[in-house]
């Protein structure tokens, strides 16, 4: 057993946990952090790492600004791998331009800095767009990017060196008893942690922990395939780039007045609606480009009917369609995974509480990378009624 007794315990390392643990910290709680894997390896390092604020609807853009604040003033103490070089929709005809010019509208009534840009400025800035596929572009100057693989370690190791986070990997959790006062957490390799509140913040395992309350859930988990090329030894293509069908999928775009009329417009079937694919790119820090996604779904209880192949046919999908926005001067692919995150069918985001100190947190859905540092900061203050 665990001598320590914490004001909090977060099950779960992903981003969502991880901005737990951080802001009860900054609040001067103390907090252990309780990861099922030596370390996480969930949706949290699988993604392409946007932090794209300008893709989410009202509610969760403010998050996400509130995230880009945090991202940055961390990344001014502790190198966690962000930078500022903005984000970019690529629009592929006139109707996406329409789009364009309406979220610029909505943006600059919200006072979030968005800039229009012809397809000539845009075929400066990336190199090997292709001219006949951009027809205008959005671009948030503010939004960063993270590697997706670096960034919750390195926050991670930040809490650790100068908040004081007790952190403890290998430690799957198994059950919790809240029917007393105290808080007791049980792992699978017998050891036991106590505190005043527990987040639960396990991603998309719905097996462990609470089955039974998912499985009555709306929750739901998505499949997304991805791909990463070679280094590129040249070319540059900075920040965050999304493509048309974004335009046609983000939430942010729904709230557009000509959105339904966008939509209404669209083929029934085709190859992109039934994978759920919409193109964006992401280069790394050392020149490879990381390249998706696609969207397959299935209801909480039953997320093992999703597989575990990758789909070689959607990936060459996405591929054709990448190739036909950018010429890279490498197209070999270094590795391909999946990732997979959950979501509510009805909400944004699911929040449950148990016996007044267990509060379970998950189903950000594709917006965990933006909105969980903001969201997660709300969160705590309700959660401890600060
Ligand atoms: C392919 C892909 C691309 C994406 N791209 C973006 C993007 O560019 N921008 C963006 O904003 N969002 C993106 N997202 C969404 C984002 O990655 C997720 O919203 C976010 O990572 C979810 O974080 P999480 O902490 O809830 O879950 P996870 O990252 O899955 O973390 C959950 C953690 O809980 C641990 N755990 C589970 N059960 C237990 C247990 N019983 N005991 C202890 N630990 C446990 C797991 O091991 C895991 O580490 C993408 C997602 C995917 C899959």
Redesign the pocket.
């Known amino acids: 057993m665990n001598n320590e007794k914490y004001d909090l315990i977060v099950?779960?390392?992903?981003?969502?946990?991880t901005f737990h643990a951080y802001h009860a910290l900054l609040a001067g709680k103390s907090v252990a952090m309780?990861?099922?894997?030596c370390e996480?390896?969930?949706?949290?390092v699988?993604?392409?790492?946007?932090?794209?604020p300008s893709g989410m609807d009202a509610k969760w853009q403010n998050y996400g600004r509130r995230s880009l604040e945090i991202y940055k003033d961390l990344q001014s103490r502790f190198d966690i791998s962000v930078r500022q070089n903005g984000s970019i929709y690529l629009a592929s005809n006139d109707e996406e331009v329409q789009l364009l010019h309406e979220l610029h509208k909505i943006n600059s009534a919200n006072d979030y800095e968005s800039q229009l840009r012809s397809s000539r400025e845009c075929l400066a800035t990336y190199q090997g767009l292709k001219t006949d596929y951009v027809k205008e572009g959005l671009f948030f100057p503010g939004e960063v990017t993270v590697e997706p693989r670096v960034a919750v370690h390195q926050i991670r190791a930040y809490l650790i060196e100068q908040h004081g986070l007790a952190y403890f990997p290998n430690?799957?959790?198994?059950e919790i008893d809240s029917a007393t006062e105290q808080q007791w957490v049980f792992c699978n390799n017998g050891e036991v942690f106590v505190g005043d509140k527990v987040v639960v913040?396990?991603?998309?395992?719905f097996k462990?922990?609470y089955p039974t309350l998912y499985g009555l859930s709306d929750l739901e988990v998505t499949k997304?395939q991805?791909m990463q090329t070679v280094a590129q030894k040249n070319q540059i293509i900075p920040g965050s780039v999304l493509t048309g069908l974004s335009i046609r999928r983000y939430e942010s775009f729904a709230e557009c007045p000509s959105y339904q009329a966008v939509k209404a417009k669209e083929a029934k079937q085709s190859k992109h609606k039934e994978w759920g694919v919409h193109i964006l790119f992401?280069q790394a820090m050392d020149g490879s480009v990381i390249i998706?996604?696609s969207h397959e779904y299935a209801d909480a209880g039953q997320a093992d009917t999703l597989g575990f192949d990758i789909n070689h046919d959607i990936n060459q999908y996405m591929i054709d369609l990448a190739k036909e926005i950018f010429q890279l001067e490498d197209w070999r692919l270094q590795r391909t995974w999946?990732?997979?995150?959950s979501q509510c069918k009805t909400k944004d985001v699911f929040e449950h509480t148990i016996d007044e100190n267990v509060h379970i947190i998950?189903g950000?859905?594709?917006?965990?990378?933006?909105?969980?540092a903001g969201y997660a900061e709300a969160s705590i203050r309700k959660i401890f009624d600060l």
């Open positions: 099950v779960g390392g992903g981003v969502l946990g309780v990861e099922k894997d996480p390896q969930g949706a949290t699988r993604n392409f790492g946007q932090v794209v430690h799957s959790v198994m913040c396990t991603g998309s395992d462990n922990l997304l991805m992401k998706g996604d999946f990732g997979v995150y998950t950000i859905g594709g917006k965990g990378m933006t909105g969980s």
